[in-house]
């Protein structure tokens, strides 16, 4: 992983904890583990662990395309924005509800939230 993709998931990691994101972790040991990374969890030990100590080979959040995005979502996003441009608010409802507004996806940053993985 190249050091620009390094902060750039760091940045998405860190705006995420507030939200619960659900992320997948790769042990140096070959071992994986899958789980929570918020404000209520060991967030520091896994993000230390992961960029400082070296001790997590790769770190990825699970996060949901844009195009799952539903009908009532699509209204509550456009709801947020303020005459048809993106608002401070629409990207905390974008962290909030787990979508992968920069393309993370797509740059094997991040892994396809399975459908329902987010549900309460």
Partial sequence: ?????????LKEL??????????KIWLKDGTTEEGL???EHNYGNVLQDAFY????KDIK??????SSMTN???KEYEATCSDCYETLE???WFNAHHFDYRGLIRM???????????KN
């Fill in 61 to 66: 959040p699970y996060l949901r395309p844009m």
């Fill in 90 to 92: 629409t990207y905390d």
């Fill in 37 to 39: 990374l918020d404000l």
């Fill in 53 to 56: 100590y070296n001790k997590i």
């Fill in 108 to 118: 094997g940053l991040a892994l396809e939230a399975p459908e329902g993985m987010y």
């Fill in 1 to 9: 992983m190249k050091q620009k993709e390094k902060e750039l998931l």
């Fill in 72 to 74: 009532e979502e699509r």
């Fill in 14 to 23: 860190s705006a995420r904890l507030p939200y619960h994101v659900r992320c």
